[in-house]
């Protein structure tokens, strides 16, 4: 494991507050913001548009982040492509495939909106969206298996839900899409850096910068095995070969895929972010989640008037205290202890809602959580619940 004290000097912030907040977006360490910085106060130019000292310096910086995403996920630079963020990401999966009228995409009842959402607007295309549903927050590979017909173009599935933290089998899920010639793109919004995957068995993987992988808000990465499956969706200045006014020829992926002026400051940070994340090691920062997440979840568990959904190990615990809004629980926690948490749909309306009709009270673990946060959680939400009943 890691020194936890050490790690959270990284993070000033969690001074001031127990932030219980990091499935929707993690505290970005000292390392990431002083490069940052650095690109601001030392270098800051343009990428790849310059032959000046100051250019060639921000494009190295630019491109070296590339290189360490690419190692970190066990693939070759060339298949990455920075984006915003995940929701970006299947976006440009969704716009970018060649769709026909007839075809079909698997999707389940467990997504973000992100991963929902891109492929129920193909249906003005006449793109059909079969969703197949879940069993505790769990799908089975094999009602997947049987959602595929000939007219499947594509499975899309979340590899750990942001409402109950569950994990899904993907890689069954992979290896039968795989055996039908049907391509997968995994949403690993909620699963990359806290539990380690091989993203080369996937056809297309959305990550986010700003969650497990400690990097500012506005920086992600889209995975492709083949980016030639996808045509760009925005075009303009960084992309082209040559323009003339009767025409124009594209770059080689993957940058026809980024046009315009990128957030070059926050992808340098994310660089130093990842650093950071392999230092600590993924199955370190996953056995350390966990164990939290045991933790949180029995001590919720026992509260009277406390209904916990997520099981038992999931880093992303939901609840609801009886007789009190998700809001107004999610409001006193921060009142009474200064505890972050998320409340409501979360992104995720048709999971969350089935859960209780008002959504829920959430709270998420990072690597730099402690366990006496996860006792201040338990015993805060007793006083609250406790009030209600007293």
């Not at 190295?60 to 190692?71: F, K, Q």
């Not at 007839?102 to 492929?119: C, I, K, S």
């Not at 056809?203 to 700003?210: S, T, Y």
């Not at 045509?231 to 082209?240: E, K, L, M, Q």
Request: with cysteine.
């Amino acid at each position: 494991m890691y020194d936890l004290a050490r790690l959270r000097e990284e993070f000033p912030v969690l001074e001031r507050c127990i932030y219980l907040d990091s499935a929707s977006t993690s505290q970005t360490p000292v390392r990431a913001v002083e490069a940052m910085c650095a690109y601001f106060y030392e270098y800051a130019a343009n990428h790849g548009r310059g032959s000046h000292r100051l250019a060639r310096k921000t494009t190295e910086e630019y491109e070296r982040t590339r290189d360490v995403l690419a190692r970190f996920l066990g693939v070759t630079p060339g298949t990455l492509v920075f984006v915003r963020n995940t929701t970006e990401a299947i976006n440009l999966v969704a716009n970018g495939m060649s769709w026909k009228r007839g075809d079909e995409v698997v999707t389940t009842a467990l997504e973000h909106h992100a991963n929902l959402l891109p492929w129920m607007n193909l249906e003005k295309r006449g793109v059909r969206t079969v969703v197949v549903p879940h069993h505790g927050g769990r799908v089975d590979p094999a009602e997947i298996g049987g959602a595929l017909t000939e007219r499947t173009r594509l499975v899309a599935i979340t590899h750990m839900t942001n409402v109950l933290g569950t994990v899904q089998p993907v890689e069954e899920v992979a290896g039968i899409a795989h055996d039908r010639d049907v391509p997968v793109l995994l949403d690993a919004a909620q699963s990359a850096g806290h539990i380690p995957f091989d993203a080369g068995k996937f056809d297309f993987v959305a990550i986010p910068g700003h969650k497990g992988l400690l990097g500012p808000q506005g920086t992600g990465v889209l995975y492709a095995s083949d980016l030639s499956l996808l045509s760009p969706c925005c075009y303009g200045g960084g992309i082209v070969g040559e323009v003339t006014l009767d025409g124009f020829s594209l770059l080689p992926p993957p940058a026809r895929f980024e046009a315009g002026t990128p957030n070059i400051p926050g992808v340098i940070g994310l660089g130093a972010a990842i650093g950071l994340v392999g230092e600590l090691g993924v199955e370190n920062i996953h056995r350390h989640e966990t164990s939290l997440a045991c933790l949180a979840h029995d001590g919720l568990s026992a509260l009277p008037g406390v209904e916990v959904y997520s099981p038992r190990g999931s880093p992303v615990i939901s609840f609801n205290v009886r007789g009190l809004s998700s809001h107004a629980c999610a409001a006193e926690l921060d009142r009474r202890r200064g505890i972050c948490v998320r409340s409501g749909f979360h992104c995720a309306q048709p999971l969350a809602a089935s859960l209780h009709p008002g959504g829920t009270v959430r709270a998420s673990l990072g690597c730099y959580t402690t366990g006496e946060e996860v006792s201040a959680l338990v015993e805060t939400v007793r006083e609250i619940a406790g009030s209600l009943t007293g």
